[in-house]
């Protein structure tokens, strides 16, 4: 699929480009107007290939297609009776 783009004086169209390992339900179609592919959860972008904040690794070798959360330690800070 293909979607307008907009030049100065020239109406063209460019692929979608969807990243396949981002996309909902392999559908690999975007929005006519912008370009936009259907992403899956937790995934952004335009192509679908960028994991949303606070999440990792959609295209890494461990496990594709997948964003996973990132855990961030809890710190505390313990402070002396006074």
């Given at each position: 699929?293909?979607?307008?783009?907009?030049?100065?004086?020239?109406?063209?169209c460019?692929?979608?480009?969807?990243?396949?390992?981002?996309?909902?339900?392999?559908?690999?179609?975007?929005?006519?107007?912008?370009?936009?592919?259907?992403?899956?959860?937790?995934?952004?972008?335009?192509?679908?290939?960028?994991?949303?904040?606070?999440?990792?690794?959609?295209?890494?070798?461990?496990?594709?297609?997948?964003c996973?959360?990132?855990?961030?330690?809890?710190?505390?800070?313990?402070?002396?009776?006074?």
């Amino acid at each position: 699929m293909h979607f307008d783009t907009q030049a100065v004086l020239v109406r063209a169209c460019a692929a979608c480009d969807c990243e396949l390992l981002g996309v909902a339900d392999n559908d690999t179609s975007c929005n006519r107007v912008d370009g936009q592919c259907n992403c899956k959860q937790d995934v952004t972008g335009r192509r679908c290939d960028i994991c949303t904040d606070g999440y990792f690794g959609l295209l890494t070798a461990d496990d594709p297609g997948t964003c996973k959360r990132q855990f961030r330690p809890l710190l505390f800070v313990i402070t002396p009776a006074v």
